[in-house]
Each structure stands twice: as structure tokens, then as C-alpha cells.
């Protein structure tokens, strides 16, 4: 009623349905949206299959082979912080016709999601249970498999959980680069006809499916592995050894290994390939764009002007999103009752896809400031939610209990217990969320706002400037992954003096 109630106030003021105009959409429209729900959950099936397979598999490696997870790992997060908006139009041109870049993006979408919280969970297993794997002389193959997989499966239940609506994201996106058929393709007819009716009901349909594999998801996790872990998204630290100035030259030595493998990757496929220069562009093809070109000076300024745009909008955006999800979980944990009301509205916000969330916000609140500051904030709050939430649980039973007997009220026992026990959690959700602030800000300027880098990669993929193009995807994949190193610098510099306990491998 409260939804019907504000588009009966704000009729003529705002583009927004109701739920009466949303089940009137759906009523005279229901084997259109059907056939498009179908093909997008298809294509986000596969997509979810093939990004969680590589997922798994590259985290298996890495547990078998733990000197190359800093490289590997790097990779991964590079990988991760592709912007779907560049790869989406780049993938139409490389598979032509058909749901490749659907189910690419898809993949691409869920596979960071579920590598993290696995690569925790197989190094999560008690050292007491090695130490009788081997009591009992079995091999390092028995422990393997008795003790890290089992140990992993709550982690990876977790890690599945989050995907879901992630791989129907990617399959929008790939939707909205030239599909036939699908939500995306209904979606980006609504809102250029203005539709709100269908807008706000293809909204409805997606969040809808996407809160259904949440939730199915979730039983099966509980069913499977009911143990909850004790960590969800950030891998405990690992001290290195040699003493500081070793690990001080360990992320610099990392940084360049990943940088030339990167390049080498690169630079292999699009020559195994054969893929042609003008669309698929070398390193060497961008340094002469931006480095060694007469115009190089000029290119350099419009991507440095995109960029400028882009940081506007993220940066507030970011520090509001995360500032909401834990003052929302600090306020949740003084009063729980409050959590049953609360929570499912967050996952009925974070099931929405970005892509439709951001042109819905934009109506609302305008193409200002204001509408993409809430659009990145939209999309970092639940994260940070959750994961404070969780963060907040771990507070040891005793120091409560110890707190109580001497008379702490609730206020004490939250600053000077749960915010501590949370703040690793939360450096975690703040490092996941740097990329998924990029994404929904670039979604934004794509499809809404119509500034920034993710309508600059819109326009260059439109014109063919692969050059531009492929420039600020090297842009954005390395501004993410350089932000996401950032917020682990200053994890680990505030964790040294509220709670130096959490680094220690």
C-alpha cells in the first residue's frame, strides 16, 4: 500500500507506477514478458553455470598451488573490474548475433563474486584437523578433499547466493548491446517510449526472479551447509616472511608480475585469434593512441575529461552507500526487532539490476548530481549492509557478557566491542564495493545522464573509436583495481590501531 500510496501522490510530479498499473502491464502483457523473462534466465543460467565453474576451478588451483594466489588473485580482480558497459559492445562485434555476449557477461558478473568467498573457505578449515588427518597417516590429498572442500562449502554456498542476481545483471547488459529478444531489450524500449507502466513492471519481474534464486539458493545452502561461516567476503591476512621491508616489496614485485602477465594475456589472444587491429586493439596499439601519437596530448584530454565526470558522481556515492549500510546495521543491532522489517526491503533494492534501478532513479530525482550520487549509493548500501550485519555478530560472547556484568549500556557495548568486531567485514565490503560503484555509475552515465566514461564508452562503441573505446576500459579496470588496493591500504593501516588482533595471519 505504501508503493500505491506515493504514485498516487506523486502522480504528475514523477514517472511512477504503481502496483494497480504494474499488475495491469503484466495482466494484458503476460506472454510477452514470459518469452523475455525466459531467453534473460537462459542466458543468466549459462552464464551463472560457466563464471561459477571457472570460479571454482581457479580457486582450487590457487589452494593447490598457494605461491601463485597474489598473481592469480590480481588477475582475478582485474578481470572482475571490467566495465560490463565497454565489454558489452566489444563482445556484440566479437560473437556477432546471438546470446555469446549475454551469457559472457553473465559469467563475468558472478565469477569474482563466488572466487572470494571459496578462496576463504579453503583456508578456513582448523589446523587441529590436519594435524589428525595426519595422526591417522593419511596423505595431503585425504586432508584436501576431507577437510578444505567440506570446510569450503558454506563459503561457497554464501558465494552462489550473491551471484544469482549478479548473473541476471550480466545478462541484461549483454541484452542492451544489439539481443533480439529478453528483458533488457523490452526494458530499453520502455524507457525510450516513456512507459513507465512497463518500466516498472519489467523492474518488477526481474527483482522478483532475482529474490526467487536468492532464496532458493539460500535453502539449499542451509540444507547443504547449515554451518554459517565465520567469514563471508575477505580473506584472512597472511603475514609474509622476512621481515617488514620484504612485505613492504611484495606488492610493488606483485603489481609488475601481474601487469606483464596481464599484457601477455592480452596481446596472445587477439594474435591467436587473429583478430583484426581496428576492432581488437594491442597494448602496443594504445600506447601510440595515448602515448606516442601527434593527437596522443589531445586523446589523453577527452579521457581525462570523462574520467573527471565519472569521479563526481562515484566517489560521494561510494562513501554514502557504505555510510549507510553500517550506520543501518549499527542501528539494526541496538534494535533487532526492527531487522524483520528492514531487511527484506534491502534485498527487494539489491535485487533490482542496475539496469533498470538507474533509469527508474533518474526519472525520480532528475539527471543532476543528486539522482547519480543515489544510484551509486543504492548499489553499495546492501553490501555494506550485510556484511556489517555479519561483522557486527562476531563480537565475542565473553567481552559482551563481561561488559554487561559491569553495567555497559548497549551504546558501550557496541562502540567498544561489536564496531571493532565489525570493521573487517566492512573493509571487506568496502573493497568489493569499489568495482560495483564503477559499474553503477557507468551505468548511469550510459543510460541515463548521458556523461562521464560510461557515456563516452557508449558513444565510441557507437562510432567505432575502438581505440577511445578500449582506452577507457584500461582505465576503469585499472582505476578499480587501484581503488580496491587503496581501501585495503587503509583497512590495514586503521586495523593496526582499533584492532591489530584482525591482522594476524
Known amino acids: ?20 498499473e504494474v499488475a495491469h502491464y503484466l495482466a494484458e502483457n503476460t506472454g510477452l514478458i514470459a518469452r523475455a523473462l525466459g531467453i534473460t534466465l537462459t542466458n543468466a543460467g549459462w552464464g551463472f553455470v560457466a563464471g561459477n565453474l571457472a570460479a571454482v576451478g581457479l580457486a582450487l588451483i590457487v589452494a593447490l ?38 551469457i559472457t557477461l553473465a559469467a563475468l558478473a558472478v565469477f569474482f563474486t563466488t572466487f572470494v568467498p571459496l578462496l576463504v ?25 576431507q577437510i578444505r572442500l567440506m570446510a569450503a562449502l558454506p563459503y ?79 580473506p584472512p591476512a597472511v603475514s609474509a616472511p622476512g621481515g617488514a621491508g620484504i612485505r613492504w616489496l611484495r606488492g610493488p614485485v606483485t603489481a609488475a608480475l601481474t601487469l606483464a602477465v596481464l599484457l601477455a594475456i592480452w596481446w596472445l589472444v587477439m594474435e591467436a585469434l587473429s ?5 581488437a586493439k594491442r597494448p602496443d596499439d594504445l600506447w601510440t593512441y595515448l602515448i606516442a601519437a601527434p593527437q596522443a596530448a589531445a586523446n589523453r584530454a577527452v579521457l581525462w575529461s570523462a574520467t573527471a565526470q565519472s569521479l563526481v558522481y562515484v566517489l560521494p556515492g561510494y562513501l554514502a552507500g557504505l555510510a549507510l549500510g553500517a550506520g543501518l546495521a549499527m542501528a539494526l543491532a541496538l534494535s533487532p526487532v526492527a531487522s524483520g522489517v528492514l531487511m527484506p526491503v534491502a534485498v527487494a ?30 548499489m553499495i548500501f546492501f553490501p555494506a549492509l550485510v556484511a556489517c550485519l555479519h561483522g557486527l555478530r562476531q563480537a565475542p560472547g565473553q567481552v559482551l557478557d563481561v ?13 567498544h566491542a561489536q564496531v571493532p568486531a565489525m570493521l573487517p567485514a566492512f573493509f571487506a565490503a568496502a573493497r568489493m564495493s569499489v568495482p560495483a560503484a564503477v559499474l553503477a555509475v557507468t551505468v548511469a552515465e550510459w543510460l541515463a545522464t548521458g556523461t562521464g566514461l560510461g557515456n563516452l564508452m557508449a558513444l565510441t562503441a557507437s562510432t567505432s573509436d575502438y581505440n577511445l573505446l578500449w582506452s577507457a576500459v584500461v582505465v576503469v579496470a585499472l582505476g578499480s583495481a587501484l581503488g580496491y588496493a587503496l581501501v585495503g591500504w587503509a583497512e590495514r593501516a586503521v586495523l593496526a590501531r582499533v584492532a591489530p588482533e584482525q591482522l594476524r595471519g
Open 1 to 20: 500500500m505504501v508503493w500505491q500510496g506515493a504514485a498516487w501522490a506523486l502522480a504528475g510530479n514523477y514517472l511512477l507506477a504503481g502496483p494497480w
Open 275 to 279: 583478430l583484426p587491429r581496428f576492432f
Open 121 to 145: 573457505g579453503l583456508r578456513a578449515a582448523p589446523a587441529s584437523l590436519f594435524d589428525l588427518v595426519r595422526l591417522y597417516g593419511r596423505g595431503a590429498w585425504t586432508a584436501f578433499v
Open 349 to 378: 533494492l539489491r535485487s533490482v539490476p542496475i539496469v533498470i534501478t538507474a533509469p527508474l532513479i533518474v526519472l525520480a530525482l532528475g539527471r543532476e548530481s543528486v539522482g547519480t550520487v543515489t544510484i551509486v549509493a543504492v
Open 65 to 102: 598451488l598457494p605461491r601463485a594466489a597474489p598473481v592469480v588473485a590480481s588477475l582475478a580482480l582485474v578481470v572482475f573490474c571490467l566495465p560490463l558497459v565497454a565489454t558489452g559492445p566489444i563482445l556484440r562485434v566479437l560473437y556477432g548475433p546471438g546470446p555469446g555476449p549475454q
Open 156 to 234: 561457497l554456498m554464501a558465494g552462489l547466493q550473491i551471484a544469482a542476481p549478479a548473473a541476471l545483471l550480466g545478462a541484461m547488459v549483454g541484452e542492451f548491446t544489439g539481443a533480439e529478444s529478453g528483458l533488457g531489450v523490452l526494458t530499453l524500449r520502455a524507457m525510450r517510449g516513456l512507459d513507465t507502466p512497463a518500466t516498472w513492471a519489467i523492474a518488477t519481474v526481474a527483482s522478483g526472479a532475482a529474490m526467487l534464486a536468492y532464496g532458493a539458493l539460500g535453502r539449499i545452502a542451509h540444507a547443504l551447509a547449515p554451518a554459517r561461516p565465520e567469514v563471508l567476503l575477505a
Open 403 to 415: 561488559m554487561a556484568t559491569y553495567g555497559a549500556g548497549r551504546w558501550a557495548r557496541l562502540w
